[in-house]
């Protein structure tokens, strides 16, 4: 039988939660090299709004969290398919081509050129996750053997009790700035384009125009970029970041190692020192948490004798 | 930005089957067995050198032997050397063409028999069966004359109207250069197809392209007198 019980509204948790949301971060820097460009990225995520709801069998729902993509750098690699021209045969026969015309490139070697993409802070995307309460002993691994509950109180090196979210797989979902974000890049694309053509006169571009089709629909086609820019950030970039798998491992290492919900030092100082008296110390035994009728989180423990 | 052009493509103005550039050719067919040994000139300069044996028994099945002139021309001071051996079975034909750089190739051939050499062709005189192509980028009227001879063409290179879809490229047009008339002497093109002069003349001629006009206007070719296609005589 427990002789200690704290029991938390859903409105106090959701405070708890709040202030540790604001402290989240998450980046990564990496590129990838794909079958027909390359992608790297330089990216940076906060948390922003949301709300946490108690659910039954010990968990919550962490409902509607703002992510924020800040910075959101990406530079995408493309490699133009080689343009040649020549290879015709001009010496046909009935036993084959007798004679055929070499090929030309119309560059010096195969073409790339690369679109950078700063969407940082532009879109916003959403998420919503399960996750399931958990109470754990943190040992402080720094406190040296043989220090007294005492100091160790006065020095903040106590063991604590702790309450954490063991954040379950997440789905990433746009909520806002994909229009912009698809703006930003169809500008980039004909920047880049630019560029490229830029040494060349007018009629050599309407001429390799004439011979390739528009250059912007090659490079579409090459990214595979569809109308809906929202879907090709969701369907292809996101899945290249793996960005579901690194946002849910980032939410899990920080609200399953991070950062607690609360915690409860242990020993706990059941009655305060003062200048001429040691606090009274007990220990916390047998703890345990759990979320009652979707109303209240509640966490039990035994107190047990002053060490 | 990491962009490569090749400006030589671009920069083009004139062709000359005496002076061998980026997108044109010379082929120039061999009929008689033997080895020869041929010389690479870029200008008064020689510049490179490769053999070729001409077997009537030869296992080889290709009727073709395409010198890179650019390649030959690679090691400067010493002329770098290839040897190929290709078969009398079929016709035989040496193409030489230029993959980089500015050009301004030409080639002599000599055979070599017993201690003798003989000198056999000079690419700066076309000889009779050769075909020399040239493919074109740059939109406009261009000039064709031919020297000795004085025959004159011109070749029209359109740009098609623009579309969502490339361009589909003919097939190239040939144009017979006989003693007294090119075969057709108008032709009309798209950027990217090619001309091939299939010489019929033994007099020794020689082929100048000119830019005489860029044009910019887009206009679907229409359907024009397409060139014979070549078979080999």
């Not at chain 1, 709801?53 to 993509?69: G, P, Q, R």
């Not at chain 1, 007990?282 to 047990?304: Q, Y």
């Not at chain 2, 040994?37 to 490179?48: A, C, E, F, N, P």
């Not at chain 2, 490229?169 to 091939?196: F, S, Y």
Request: overall charge negative; some cysteine.
């Amino acid at each position: 039988m427990p002789n200690i019980a704290i029991a938390l509204s859903e409105r106090s948790v959701q405070a708890m939660f709040s202030r540790i949301r604001q402290d989240f971060r998450f980046s990564d820097t990496d590129e990838k090299q794909l079958l027909l460009y390359t992608l790297e990225w330089d990216l940076g995520v906060r948390l922003e709004n949301g709300s946490l709801e108690f659910l039954s069998n010990d968990s919550v729902m962490l409902k509607e969290l703002d992510l924020i993509y800040d910075p959101l750098r990406l530079v995408i690699g493309v490699d133009l398919p080689e343009i040649t021209i020549g290879g015709q045969c001009i010496a046909p026969s009935p036993f084959g081509c007798l004679l055929r015309l070499p090929r030309w490139s119309l560059f010096s070697e195969s073409p790339d050129f690369s679109i950078p993409l700063d969407i940082g802070g532009i879109l916003r995307s959403e998420v919503s996750a399960k996750a399931r309460i958990r109470l754990r002993r943190q040992t402080e691994n720094i406190r040296p053997a043989g220090m007294s509950p005492h100091t160790a109180h006065e020095t903040g090196l106590s063991d604590h009790w702790q309450v954490l979210l063991d954040v379950e797989p997440v789905h990433l979902k746009i909520l806002d700035g994909a229009d912009i974000a698809g703006e930003l890049l169809d500008s980039a694309i004909d920047q880049a384009i630019e560029q490229l053509f830029a040494p060349l006169p007018g009629w050599a571009r309407s001429a390799i125009r004439s011979m390739l089709g528009p250059m912007k629909e090659v490079i579409r086609e090459i990214l595979e970029l569809p109308d809906d820019t929202q879907e090709w950030f969701e369907d292809n970039i996101w899945f290249i970041l793996d960005l579901p798998t690194l946002i849910a491992d980032a939410l899990l290492d920080y609200y399953a190692e991070e950062a607690p919900l609360f915690e409860i030092e242990d020993p706990y100082p059941i009655i305060g020192g003062t200048a001429e008296d040691l606090p009274v110390l007990v220990s916390i035994e047998n703890a345990a948490v759990s979320v009652h009728d979707n109303k209240e989180l509640v966490v039990t423990a035994r107190i047990g004798a002053e060490p | 930005m990491n962009v490569h052009l090749n400006p030589h493509s671009f920069r083009l103005q004139t062709l000359s089957s005496a002076s061998l550039v980026q997108l044109c050719c010379l082929a120039h067919r061999l009929d008689d067995e033997g080895t020869y040994i041929g010389s690479v000139h870029l200008k008064k300069r020689r510049v490179g050198s490769f053999k070729v044996v001409v077997s009537g028994h030869s296992t080889a099945d290709d009727s073709q032997m395409s010198i890179d002139l650019a390649q030959t021309a690679l090691t400067l001071g010493a002329p770098t050397r290839i040897s190929a051996t290709i078969s009398l079975g079929r016709p035989a034909y040496l193409l030489f063409y230029v993959s980089s750089g500015s050009g301004g190739y030409h080639v002599t051939l000599e055979k070599a028999e017993q201690n003798e050499r003989t000198l056999v062709y000079d690419s700066r005189s076309l000889a009779s069966n050769d075909l020399f192509t040239a493919t074109f980028l740059k939109p406009g009227k261009h000039s064709v004359l031919t020297a000795p001879g004085g025959l004159t063409g011109t070749i029209q290179v359109v740009l098609p109207k623009a579309s969502d879809e490339p361009a589909v490229l003919d097939e190239p047009v040939t144009i017979e250069v006989t003693d007294t008339a090119l075969k057709p002497a108008k032709v009309k093109i798209k950027p990217g197809e090619t001309v091939v002069f299939a010489v019929s003349s033994d007099r020794g001629t020689g082929i100048s392209i000119d830019l005489e006009a860029t044009s910019t206007a887009v206009v679907q070719p229409a359907p024009t007198p397409r060139g014979r296609t070549l078979r080999p005589r």
